[in-house]
């Protein structure tokens, strides 16, 4: 599986999607990481390992203590995948917004 996939299916989950956002604040313990989840601390972990297989987080071990912190490279090659179909859509809304203008133009003049 490539590094791209494995990275769209670990976000795939809301779950994991939240815990990278909380990354994004910077690092933090495994322990705090998994409190505000209504879940148990063995269940956060299985999603940190399947963030960790897709190269998205980084785990750091002191003494008894692991911390986690965000990859941004996994991140930086999704975004880049759909920056693509950004412009395809931008393109075609835009197209879109040509044609009902000019709609409305025709319905304009034939009110009068």
Not at 11 to 37: H, K, N, W, Y
Request: aromatic content about 8%.
């Amino acid at each position: 599986m490539s590094s791209l996939d494995l990275a769209f299916a670990a976000l795939s989950d809301p779950t994991r999607r939240r815990i990278v956002a909380r990354l994004t604040r910077g690092e933090i313990r495994v322990t705090d990481l998994a409190q505000p989840f209504a879940m148990s601390l063995n269940a956060v972990s299985k999603h940190v390992k399947t963030l960790e297989r897709a190269g998205l987080v980084r785990r750091t071990r002191i003494g008894r203590e692991h911390y986690l912190r965000l990859r941004a490279q996994p991140l930086r090659q999704v975004q880049d995948w759909v920056s693509q179909y950004e412009r395809f859509w931008n393109q075609r809304l835009d197209a879109l917004g040509e044609f009902l203008d000019q709609q409305k133009e025709t319905d304009d003049e034939g009110s009068q």
